[in-house]
């Protein structure tokens, strides 16, 4: 059965707009790729961060909404983690 997440993620300010595009696009795919599916998502666009995070002070913003086999959820926070342009990310049940 699958269930609805929100994910917000931020992605590093090194990296153009363009390319922080087909970096969410990969996460997305991923999340097809597993059974999930996509319902929407926000590009928020480069933002100044509240505080510092791994030395930068802005970052490219989106959340995704989705749903997914809860199983499945780490294998996408895995994805998250390992991925250098990812700087910081969270994922939210939604009922």
């Given at each position: 059965m699958l269930k609805k997440y929100e994910n917000?993620?931020?992605?590093?300010?090194?990296?153009?707009?363009?390319i922080s595009k087909e970096e969410n696009e990969k996460l997305l795919s991923f999340?097809?790729?597993k059974g999930g599916e996509v319902i929407e998502t926000d590009e928020?666009?480069?933002?100044?961060?509240?505080?510092?995070?791994?030395d930068f002070?802005?970052?490219y913003y989106f959340v995704n909404y989705f749903n997914?086999?809860?199983q499945k959820v780490s294998e996408y926070e895995r994805t998250?983690?390992?991925?250098?342009?990812?700087?910081?990310?969270?994922i939210l049940t939604k009922s």
């Open positions: 917000m993620i931020i992605l590093s300010p090194t990296i153009n707009e363009d999340i097809k790729k928020l666009g480069k933002r100044t961060l509240a505080y510092e995070i791994q002070n802005e970052g997914l086999d809860p998250l983690r390992i991925n250098e342009n990812v700087i910081r990310y969270n």
